[in-house]
């Protein structure tokens, strides 16, 4: 069984297009957490949620839009697409957020084109 | 706001020798710290975590790592090298607070046979 899994893997798509990422845990976590990973392998939180609620939301542009249905879940919405969102997006979660080991999903790989 | 650094973006050693690779952090508040390893194509996996009990603190796969207040670092160490080592390693340093983990920008680590 697949602790945290994302879907799709990859993802490709055309600039000005909408697409979503999936998350879903299976450890019974409270927190959940989007990082993006840049061409250089930087990885950078953009949000994080406890219990459905938003906790943490990074510098990120309105045109990504997180949603936790339960805490289970958590995807990421993406408007119209640019080239530089491009990037490997990992879900993860963690049991309470606090000082807690994060559990990572294999990550999507999105190019956009 | 805190921060880690990692010295070198690339370490290769042989088989069977000393890893180090190396972490230095910035914090205003007593940190809690971690290593993770990423395997291609794959999520992040905790090494191991530091939180202020035992400075040495050891991790999966004979890691091991010894935070150093006096020198702001937490350096990870293998006595050994083997192949199968060879990934990208990840320092990363959050605050005492709700956990929002600031990442280093990684080490890739090559074993050469």
């Known amino acids: 069984d697949t602790a945290v899994s994302q879907t799709p893997k990859y993802l490709v798509t055309q600039m000005g297009n909408d697409k979503s990422i999936k998350c879903e845990q299976n450890?019974?976590?409270?927190?959940m957490y989007w990082y993006k990973q840049d061409s250089k392998k930087f990885l950078k939180i953009m949000f994080s949620?406890?219990?459905?609620?938003?906790?943490i939301n990074e510098t990120v542009p309105n045109r990504f839009s997180p949603k936790s249905p339960d805490k289970a879940h958590l995807n990421l919405h993406i408007n119209s697409l640019e080239l530089g969102d491009s990037a490997v997006y990992f879900c993860?979660?963690?049991?309470?957020?606090?000082?807690?080991?994060?559990?990572f999903g294999q990550g999507t790989r999105l190019t956009v084109v | 706001a805190q921060s880690v650094t990692q010295l070198g973006s690339h370490v290769s050693v042989s088989e069977g020798a000393l890893v180090l690779l190396r972490c230095n952090y910035s914090?205003?508040?007593?940190?809690?710290l971690f290593w993770y390893v990423q395997y291609p194509n794959q999520g992040l996996q905790l090494l191991l975590k530091?939180?202020?009990?035992?400075?040495l603190v050891k991790g999966i796969n004979g890691f091991e790592a010894e935070f150093k207040k006096s020198e702001t670092s937490f350096h990870l160490t293998k006595p050994s090298a083997h192949m199968s080592d060879a990934a990208e390693y990840f320092c990363?340093?959050?605050?005492?607070?709700?956990?929002?983990?600031?990442f280093g920008i990684g080490t890739k680590l090559q074993v050469i046979p």
């Open positions: 993860a979660s963690s049991l309470d957020g606090y000082n807690t080991e994060a559990f």
């Open positions: 450890l019974g976590h409270d927190t």
């Open positions: 949620y406890n219990n459905k609620e938003l906790i």
């Open positions: 914090s205003s508040v007593p940190p809690y």
């Open positions: 530091y939180t202020s009990a035992a400075t």
């Open positions: 990363a340093v959050s605050d005492r607070g709700y956990q929002k983990v600031t």
